[in-house]
């Protein structure tokens, strides 16, 4: 799928999340179809999000939990604190 354009991934699926790593951080950027009722055609609509970072160790890992919230949150998870089903990011672990 990768090198494809934003207008080819619609194709194959309603929702399309594009992820870019700036000098500061990252760019997320949903975009999806939404029915104009008007004429009846299908519009792309687009939603950005910026995630900045400061540079420190500290704030390279909140960006890094702030990443991954906005894609679980795209992708439908909602954190629930009574949960143990909720999703967790351990820094302590290294390697895969």
Known sequence: ????????H????EECVVIKQAD???IVEEYYYHDDTKDGKKIIRKNVEVI????????ERRTL?????????LLGFHYDRYSKE???????????
């Open 86 to 96: 909720n999703l967790r990011i351990d820094f302590k672990k290294k390697g895969t």
């Open 52 to 59: 900045e970072e400061k540079g420190d160790i500290d704030s």
């Open 24 to 26: 500061n951080g990252y």
């Open 10 to 13: 619609l194709k194959m699926d």
């Open 65 to 73: 939990i702030n990443l991954f919230y906005h894609i679980a949150d």
């Open 1 to 8: 799928m990768r090198g494809l354009k934003t207008e080819e």
